[in-house]
């Protein structure tokens, strides 16, 4: 069973720029779900995808988008870059939407900073 | 809106000692799950229990525990017989139920585990 892969690790852009951040959720979730965790803050909610739709989004603009392929990987784009944007970005994947076991698998992460 | 604070941002505790971290929220929902998160330095966040609220009684996994108030809204987590693993960020976490994955993080606990 292969667990939550990101990529990249780390990555730095300049303001204005574009970046798409990958994830591979666990063999068998079909639900991903991204967070922001700026640094020495906890997590912060995105969004979900399930079954290739976003079924949920958080506090956050819509130059944050995202994707969910056939296969449950998943990718968050962000579009003009803000130096705010500079976080370290979670993926995280679960069986199941609505079902309310709570465990999420979480990746190690895609540290981006912006300059 | 759901808030959860975590009001102690470093903790120390020697080896072998028990600890004991805290965490409140803030919900007007009567049906959620409550959790705790390990964030060790290798950033891959790891559950550590989780607490359904209709449940009474206090969820334990081997040397972990918690304290679950529902009426005070706390929930603390108690690490016995602490172990230089244990080093790690603890995150308190919410989600309300048939929420799918939107959880709401604290901003963490910097335990570090002293030989």
């Known amino acids: 069973e292969t667990g939550v892969t990101q990529s990249p690790t780390h990555l730095i852009k300049t303001r204005g720029q574009q970046v798409t951040l990958r994830c591979s959720s666990q063999?068998?979730?079909?639900?991903v779900s991204w967070y922001q965790q700026a640094l020495g803050q906890g997590p912060q909610f995105i969004f979900q995808y399930y079954r290739e739709e976003e079924n949920g989004r958080g506090n956050f603009p819509p130059r944050f988008s995202g994707l969910q392929f056939p296969n449950y990987s998943s990718e968050l784009n962000v579009n003009a870059l803000e130096l705010d944007d500079s976080a370290l970005y979670l993926c995280?994947?679960?069986?199941?939407?609505?079902?309310?076991?709570?465990?999420?698998?979480f990746g190690e992460g895609s540290r981006l900073t912006v300059l | 809106a759901q808030t959860v604070t975590q009001s102690q941002p470093e903790m120390s505790v020697q080896e072998a000692e028990t600890v004991t971290l805290s965490c409140t929220y803030d919900?007007?929902?009567?049906?959620?799950?409550l959790f705790w998160y390990k964030q060790p330095p290798s950033r891959q966040m790891i559950l550590v229990i989780r607490?359904?609220?209709?449940?009474?009684q206090n969820a334990t996994e081997n040397r972990f525990s918690v304290n679950f108030q529902k009426a005070a809204k706390s929930f603390s987590l108690k690490i016995s017989d602490s172990q230089l693993g244990d080093t790690a960020m603890y995150f308190c976490a919410f989600m309300k139920q048939y929420t799918g994955n939107q959880f709401y993080f604290g901003t963490g606990t910097s335990l570090t585990v002293i030989p």
């Open positions: 919900t007007s929902e009567n049906n959620y799950y």
């Open positions: 063999s068998g979730h079909n639900t």
């Open positions: 995280a994947s679960s069986n199941g939407q609505g079902i309310n076991t709570g465990e999420l698998f």
């Open positions: 607490q359904e609220a209709y449940k009474q």
